[in-house]
């Protein structure tokens, strides 16, 4: 019988997924740069195989983001979230459980590129009106 990855294993595969589609980096390049097949990344993306300390490393340094990173919202034995502090951060399940799509991370890339902090600032209340199904604010600027 085949064991589930550890809930671990598939979060930190999960975040080296996000970060590398986030900065446009293929299964394939990354794979070239470790020494290792794309095979072995989807494997280690999706929680199949870990990835070792030594190998965490090289990762980070490729996407370009401390070993941290794909720690942050980990769960843990039991059962909360790395930095979760209690009912604080169980009010939003969402915010650590997103199932990021290419779409997600398109929006997010399309977001990174606007330089001015005011449409964004604009942006993110259109947005946040859209997914509470009221009208965005008229009063901006």
Known sequence: MKKAPDPVDRHVGHRVRVRRLLIGVSQERL??????????????????NRISASRLNQISEMLGVPVSFFYEGAPRQDGMRSEEGGAEAAADP????????????????????????????????????????????????
């Open 94 to 141: 969402v915010a650590h459980d997103v199932l990021w799509t290419s779409q997600d991370l398109q929006l997010v890339r399309a977001f990174q590129r606007i330089g001015d902090n005011q449409v964004r600032r604009r942006i993110i209340s259109l947005v946040e009106a859209i997914g509470a199904g009221e009208a965005p604010p008229d009063d901006a600027p």
């Open 31 to 48: 794979g070239d740069a470790l020494g290792v097949t794309f095979q072995q990344i989807q494997k280690y993306e999706k929680g199949a």
